[in-house]
């Protein structure tokens, strides 16, 4: 039978391979990786834990909480603050930074999550997931505000997401390459299952959410009408397309068999840069996808260079196979 490698040998390996990955580091990649096995748990559960519904509460964006979001947010609250590896998160669900109380030592990290992406499936029963970001806190300032965390996310210490699918994965990177782990439920570990993930340059598959169209800027109108004009078109070939509405699916596919994945800035809300935020879905989604060889930009500039000037910031994005971006970007600067 082949070795199984766990997520705590990866991670030893890894440091000892790359010597990048501290205790504390290695701490907070497992201690989130624990609250993931947590939530995955409820959401499976389903209608019989009573998880299912609006908690009739908004959070920050004006969004309605999903009882769901509200316990992944506690959940990985809960689980992060006292191992002395974390200054303070922020969340999606929550409107201002939590810093990790007095009780507890703080740590240098920063983590940063979106509890439950993909809300409007979790009473559907579709794939759903958790993203997170790691950031360092920079600087010897006593104290951590807000700012600390507008940071680039090419200064990411890790990123990953969990998929709560018909399996439960956990997909990573430290920075050397893209790792994904399958949860082993009997066992409740994670068992290392595809590592050094590369997405193909080139795709036949787009994602993105087509009721939209009318709304969209001419570059991703143009990009979008070519790949729906197949053979026959200027692409010379015949496009798929696949949106399940949630992030962490689209983009797990992704990584998988390659595509691309697109949600820009529409005319609906013409002041805001897009829907998704960039410290908790962009960010860790570019950094995974760069590393799996593919590329993430807004459209003008590449994702991970964005220097966020506030928490909740949104973006407009498209990330994937690497060829695929660089035509929609390439749109985009010709018309500027
Ligand atoms: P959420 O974090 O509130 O779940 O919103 C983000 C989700 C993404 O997972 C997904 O790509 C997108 O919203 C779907 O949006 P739409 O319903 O407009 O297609
Ligand atoms: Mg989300």
Known sequence: MARRISLTQYLVEQQREH?????????LIEV????????????????LGEVLGSAHTENVQGEVQKKLDIISNEVLIEANEWGG????????????????????????????????DGSSNIDVNVSIGTIFSVLRKVGHHRGVSEQDFLQA?????????????????????????????????????????ADQVQLPAETKEFAVNMSNMRHWAPPVKRYIDECLAGKEGPRGKDFNMRWV??????????????????YPWDKREPDKPGKLRLLYEANPMSFL???????????SQRILDIVPTKLHERVSVMLGSKNEVERVTDYHREQA
Request: hydrophobic letters at 45%.
């Open 85 to 116: 590896h974390l200054a303070a998160m922020a969340s999606e669900e929550m409107d201002s930074i939590h810093v990790v109380p007095n009780r507890y030592p703080q740590g240098e990290y920063l983590l940063l999550f979106d509890p439950l």
């Open 245 to 262: 509405a949630s992030m962490v699916a689209d983009v797990h596919r992704i990584l998988t068999r390659g595509g691309v994945f697109i």
């Open 289 to 299: 996808i760069e590393q799996a060889g593919g590329m993430a930009t807004n459209g």
């Open 32 to 47: 989130v990786a624990r609250a993931c096995k947590t939530i995955a748990i409820s959401v499976n559960k389903g209608a």
């Open 153 to 193: 996310g090419r200064a990411q210490a890790a990123a990953g997401y969990c998929v709560y699918g018909p399996q439960t994965m956990l997909v990573l990177t430290v920075g050397e390459g893209v790792a994904m782990f399958t949860l082993d439920r009997e066992m409740g570990s994670w068992v290392l299952t």
């Open 19 to 27: 010597g990048h990955i501290p205790a504390e580091l290695r701490l």
